[in-house]
């Protein structure tokens, strides 16, 4: 017997929901953890939904729909808004597409060193653990932003069975290298609340056409979080201007790009857990990681 589609098995957790307006499910494209779909409704504008085949746990679309909560309330950013939340599916209000301008990606600019500066917050993590894509996020709160990093946001990956078929005995111990260094790469920044997993695809735009987010995995963390991972993961061209507007406003320093590798690290080594194609995140892993491997010889 042929397995239902994703837009099938969409419908029927809307129905089960009691979303019994519902008249169709188009699939939709773009994410990479999720099924994902638009609902079309009677006499009602449609929504988006999305849900996951087998929910690792009751809570993913819950904290998915706090942290919408808090980059709206908390840092000013305009998101959808949540419908519903539980935990077979999240469904959301329509955004539009991304126009592909060089002021869009301005305004983006403003809105995130917005969300940044405004937040600023004394310690790092957040109240709760929440989901990058489909393994939890670990945000047990701590005072140093070194230590946090090393422990919650590169080394609790070393134990997935992807990184550790991918990553030899020298790589993790270059890893471990890098975490204990540090306090040397990188300036000490103050937390600040971070959307958390900010590529160009969890970037959208309101009816009227400001940026908007969605899919968050939200934390008290760096800016330069996000900042990397928008820098890292093939921004458009029109995006160019974005990088010069954000520093300014920021007054980030000349340097940051060369930190972008070592905090993408982070995102890389997500990927690499979690997905069978790793989109080139070992070899980017392990060409950051080769200056802390030890080398043998006089």
Same mark, same amino acid.
Request: with cysteine.
């Given at each position: %017997?042929?397995?239902?589609?994703?837009?099938?098995?969409?419908?029927?957790?809307?129905?089960?929901?009691?979303?019994?307006?519902?008249?169709?499910?188009?699939?939709? $494209?773009?994410?990479?953890?999720?099924?994902?779909?638009?609902?079309? *409704?009677?006499?009602?504008?449609?929504?988006?939904?999305?849900?996951?085949?087998?929910? /690792?746990?009751?809570?993913?679309?819950?904290?998915?729909?706090?942290?919408?909560?808090?980059?709206?309330?908390?840092?000013?950013?305009?998101? /959808?808004?949540? @419908?519903?939340?539980?935990?077979?599916?999240?469904?959301?209000? %329509?955004?539009?597409?991304?126009?592909?301008?060089?002021?869009?990606?301005?305004?983006?600019? !403003?809105?995130?060193?917005?969300? !940044? $500066?405004?937040?600023?917050?004394?310690?790092?993590?957040?109240?709760?653990?929440?989901?990058?894509?489909?393994? *939890?996020?670990?945000?047990?709160?701590?005072?140093?932003?070194?230590?946090?990093?090393?422990?919650?946001?590169?080394?609790?990956?070393?134990?997935?069975?992807?990184?550790?078929?991918?990553?030899?005995?020298?790589?993790?111990?270059?890893?471990?290298?890098?975490?204990?260094?540090?306090?040397?790469?990188?300036?000490?920044? /103050?937390?600040?609340? $971070?959307?958390?997993? @900010?590529?160009?695809?969890?970037?959208?735009?309101?009816?009227?056409?400001?940026?908007?987010?969605?899919?968050?995995?939200?934390?008290? %963390?760096?800016?330069?979080?996000?900042?990397?991972?928008?820098?890292?993961?093939?921004?458009?061209?029109?995006?160019?201007?974005?990088?010069?507007?954000?520093?300014?406003?920021?007054?980030?320093?000349?340097?940051?790009?060369?930190?972008?590798?070592?905090?993408?690290?982070?995102?890389?080594?997500?990927?690499?857990?979690?997905?069978?194609?790793?989109?080139?995140?070992?070899?980017?892993? *392990?060409?950051?990681?080769?200056?802390?491997?030890?080398?043998?010889?006089?």
């Amino acid at each position: %017997m042929k397995a239902p589609s994703g837009s099938a098995l969409l419908l029927e957790a809307l129905l089960r929901s009691g979303l019994n307006d519902v008249v169709t499910v188009e699939p939709a $494209t773009g994410g990479l953890a999720a099924l994902a779909g638009i609902a079309v *409704r009677r006499g009602v504008p449609p929504v988006f939904v999305k849900a996951l085949a087998e929910p /690792p746990a009751d809570d993913v679309f819950v904290a998915e729909a706090e942290g919408l909560a808090a980059l709206r309330e908390i840092g000013g950013a305009p998101t /959808p808004d949540v @419908l519903l939340a539980n935990r077979d599916l999240l469904v959301l209000s %329509m955004l539009a597409p991304r126009p592909h301008s060089e002021s869009f990606w301005e305004q983006f600019a !403003h809105l995130l060193a917005r969300l !940044h $500066t405004s937040t600023v917050h004394p310690r790092f993590g957040w109240h709760r653990d929440n989901w990058l894509g489909r393994r *939890r996020q670990v945000n047990t709160w701590h005072d140093d932003g070194f230590a946090f990093f090393a422990q919650h946001r590169l080394l609790r990956w070393l134990d997935q069975p992807r990184v550790e078929a991918a990553l030899d005995r020298a790589d993790r111990s270059a890893l471990e290298r890098l975490c204990h260094r540090l306090p040397e790469l990188l300036p000490d920044r /103050p937390a600040c609340l $971070t959307h958390g997993d @900010l590529w160009a695809q969890n970037i959208m735009a309101t009816a009227d056409g400001r940026p908007a987010l969605i899919d968050p995995a939200v934390s008290y %963390m760096w800016a330069e979080v996000d900042l990397a991972h928008v820098w890292t993961t093939s921004p458009p061209p029109e995006a160019s201007r974005f990088f010069a507007v954000y520093a300014e406003l920021t007054s980030l320093d000349s340097d940051w790009r060369s930190r972008m590798p070592i905090i993408q690290l982070r995102q890389h080594l997500a990927v690499l857990a979690q997905f069978d194609d790793d989109w080139g995140a070992g070899d980017l892993i *392990r060409a950051t990681l080769a200056p802390f491997r030890r080398r043998s010889g006089p």
